[in-house]
């Protein structure tokens, strides 16, 4: 693994909107995809990357990128929900990326079968997909209240790979925004990536927008190394870097002093 060999290297990015931050972001991959058009890219699903898919679009439209040349990778989907649910997380990739993208060839895109009889040969394959892709070259990520990253909630082990999760009820809670504000209606399991696939990737973007995500990525970004926080992983990667919005550094001033550089190095 690339973290055992190279030091870890925790960037940060504060912008004063959501919309600023996704435009940095979005930056940051075209950089990559000038060096490397066909480079794997690992997405996220949830409110916060939303503005990212639109700048990335705006960008494809504009010819500044070429958005079907990439594959694709998804974090993770819900356990048990259709495809064709408004709410499945291949639902939200196609409404809010891959049917912006035309002539994109579907057999770029890799997302976790939820409804797969077999949980664990499918998550198994994914790794196997991944891997026979030459590993993710850019993942982003989002941050969940609790510190998960993906589906990952606190208490995975940094080891684990691709699996099936149960979701907690902060995790559920927090989602049931999407399903009529109705926590039953939440699916209580998820397949996802696990940290070592995450850790893998040869650079991570992290998104944080909003006072909701202000005490987790603070922890991630200063506090211990722990499974109690799964985002804290991410401090021994080589190539991190913590896009955040003002409402999400804003609680703490410590934060703002910890990221008042806008390449400040974190170790
Ligand atoms: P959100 O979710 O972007 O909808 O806040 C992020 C996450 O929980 O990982």
């Given at each position: 693994?690339?973290?055992?060999?190279?030091?870890?290297?925790?960037?940060?990015?504060?912008?004063?909107?959501?919309?600023?931050?996704?435009?940095?972001?979005?930056?940051?991959?075209k950089t990559l995809l000038e060096k490397n058009p066909y480079a794997v890219l690992g997405l996220a699903t949830g409110s916060t990357p939303i503005p990212l898919?639109?700048?990335?679009?705006?960008?494809?439209?504009?010819?500044?990128?070429?958005?079907t040349k990439p594959t694709y990778f998804n974090l993770d989907e819900y356990?048990?929900?259709?495809?064709?649910h408004p709410?499945?997380?291949?639902?939200?990739?196609?409404?809010?990326?891959?049917?912006?993208?035309?002539?994109l060839n579907r057999l770029k895109v890799n997302i976790l079968d939820g409804n797969a009889p077999d949980k664990e040969a499918e998550c198994r394959h994914f790794e196997?997909?991944?891997?026979?892709?030459?590993?993710?070259?850019?993942?982003i990520l989002g941050i969940g209240e609790n510190g998960h990253i993906g589906f990952s909630e606190p208490g995975t082990p940094f080891t684990e790979r691709t699996h099936?999760?149960?979701?907690?009820?902060?995790?559920?809670?927090?989602?049931?925004?999407?399903?009529d504000g109705?926590?039953?209606?939440?699916?209580?399991h998820a397949l996802t990536m696990g940290l070592a696939t995450i850790m893998d990737a040869r650079k991570v973007i992290?998104?944080?927008?909003?006072?909701?995500?202000?005490?987790?990525?603070?922890?991630?970004?200063?506090?211990?190394?722990?499974?109690?926080?799964?985002?804290?992983?991410?401090?021994n990667h080589p190539d991190v870097t913590f896009y955040v919005d003002r409402r999400a550094a804003s609680h703490y001033p410590e934060y703002v002093k910890l990221f008042s550089s806008p390449e400040a190095v974190l170790r």
């Open positions: 693994m690339a973290t055992e060999k190279t030091k870890p290297n925790l960037r940060a990015s504060i912008s004063f909107t959501p919309e600023q931050m996704a435009k940095k972001a979005a930056q940051e991959i898919y639109e700048e990335l679009i705006r960008m494809h439209k504009a010819h500044e990128i070429d958005l356990v048990g929900l259709p495809v064709e709410e499945s997380y291949h639902s939200y990739m196609d409404k809010h990326f891959f049917n912006h993208i035309p002539g196997e997909k991944i891997d026979a892709a030459g590993g993710i070259d850019l993942q099936l999760v149960e979701l907690t009820e902060s995790t559920r809670q927090a989602n049931s925004r999407f399903f109705k926590i039953e209606r939440v699916p209580t992290l998104l944080a927008s909003g006072p909701k995500k202000a005490e987790s990525t603070y922890k991630a970004a200063s506090g211990e190394v722990t499974e109690d926080l799964p985002a804290s992983t991410l401090r």
